[in-house]
Every structure is written in C-alpha cells, then in structure tokens.
C-alpha cells in the first residue's frame, strides 16, 4: 500500500512566522501535490510537483512555496504565516499525472 | 460558477438505504472521475476511479458518469454505519490545462444512521 506520511498532525504558529509542512511517500511516485482543505471549498491545489526540483503553481498560490530536493519528499512552506492561511493541508502522490492520487492524513495548522 | 459542483448535505439515512451522492461540472476536457472517501480527522481515501461515461460497480459501491450531461453519481446500495464519512468526487482533464490536475466538489457529508 502507498503510504503518504504528514510530519505533523496538528500545528500552531504566530502569524509572520516562516512554516514548513513536510510530506515523504514511499512509492516512487513521480508526482506529488499541496491541497488546502475549507469548509465550503473543497481541496484547493497550492503546488505541485512533477519531478525532483521541478514546481507548478495550482490554483491558489500565494503566499506559498515549495521545495522538492529529494523524489520522496515535499515540503510546503509559508513565507510569512497569516491568519488566513489557517486551514486543514493535505498532501497527494500520484506515480502518473491521471492515476488516482493518494493522500495523508493533513497537518491541521492554526495561525494565531 | 465553480466548476465542479456538489451538493454538501448533510445527507443522514437509515441503515440499509441506497445513497445517491451527485455531481455536476462544466469543464468538458474532464475524462478521468473519482470518488473519495474522508472520515473525520483523515486524508481522502480512493473509492472508484472512472475514465469516461459509463458505468463501474465495486461491492456495494457503483459509479456512473454520463458525460452529455456532465454529471457523475456514486450510488452505496445497503448503506452502513461505517459508510458515515465526506464524499468527494473529483476529476481532470486528459491534456491543456487540467491534465493531471484534480479539480473536487465541495464534498457531501453522510451520516448512517442505525
């Protein structure tokens, strides 16, 4: 089974603070994706990954980055956390773009 | 106008009841369907995978999409307690733009009542 392992369940950071959200797969898998999750809204895509080194943007962007150093790992990185980036972030892999993806289990973060 | 769109509920039913949980979109590149399952405090898990229109049954659990119409369902025939979770549907493209890229409804809370 994939396993799509989240660094933190639950997190709490001051607004202006630098954050980062760490995700490992252990498949291989070519692909991995950020998702914001929001009442109301669905799962949003922030970023994406298609290789090592290489970013897309998603739907939702700013105020993020990505760095992706290594295939398994995927790390989300809030520049200057703000109240409004308070949400529930989940985290994808996929070994081809249109197979299904596979998610954790999110960092619930809190910006206060 | 989102482009894909799906009623939130809350859906509560009686046990042994068939579900229908629905979505509509607008995108017409989308070929590739999907139905997720999220109980509370997890990340979504995988429940049905379609390419196209047509039909797909797994268990108690049938897909169907109809692309004419642009609207795809997933139908639980003898619902249980553990069926109790958020739907999402989900989809994407073949190629442009939404190639690779998941677009989700809003998701659809079920409860299953005993």
């Known amino acids: 089974d994939v396993k799509v392992t989240q660094s933190s369940r639950y997190l709490v950071k001051r607004t202006g603070e630098k954050v980062f959200l760490e995700c490992v797969q252990d498949?291989?898998?070519?692909?991995m994706f950020w998702y914001r999750q929001d009442p109301g809204l669905g799962l949003r895509l922030i970023y994406f990954?298609?290789?090592?080194?290489?970013?897309e943007k998603g739907d939702i962007p700013e105020g993020y980055s990505v760095s992706r150093e290594k295939k398994e790992r995927f790390s989300l990185i809030l520049e200057s956390a703000s109240t409004n980036q308070t949400s529930m972030y989940l985290c994808?892999?996929?070994?081809?773009?249109?197979?299904?993806?596979?998610f954790g289990d999110g960092t619930r973060l809190s910006i206060l | 106008q989102k482009e894909v769109e799906q009623d939130p509920g809350p859906l509560s039913v009686p046990e042994g009841a068939i579900v229908s949980l629905n979505c509509t979109y607008s995108?017409?590149?989308?070929?590739?369907f999907m139905w997720y399952r999220q109980y509370s405090r997890k990340g979504p898990e995988l429940l049905m995978y379609?390419?196209?229109?047509g039909n797909k049954e797994d268990g108690r659990f049938t897909a169907q999409v109809d692309k004419s119409s642009k609207y795809i369902s997933l139908f639980i025939r003898d619902s249980q307690p553990s069926d109790s979770a958020t739907y999402l549907c989900?989809?994407?493209?073949?190629?442009?733009?939404?190639?690779?890229?998941?677009?989700f409804g809003q998701g659809t809370i079920l409860t299953v009542h005993p």
């Open positions: 994808a892999s996929t070994l081809g773009l249109n197979q299904p993806q596979h």
């Open positions: 498949m291989d898998h070519e692909n």
């Open positions: 990954s298609y290789d090592v080194k290489m970013k």
């Open positions: 995108n017409s590149a989308f070929q590739y």
């Open positions: 379609t390419y196209s229109s």
């Open positions: 989900a989809m994407s493209g073949a190629g442009g733009t939404s190639y690779g890229k998941l677009t």
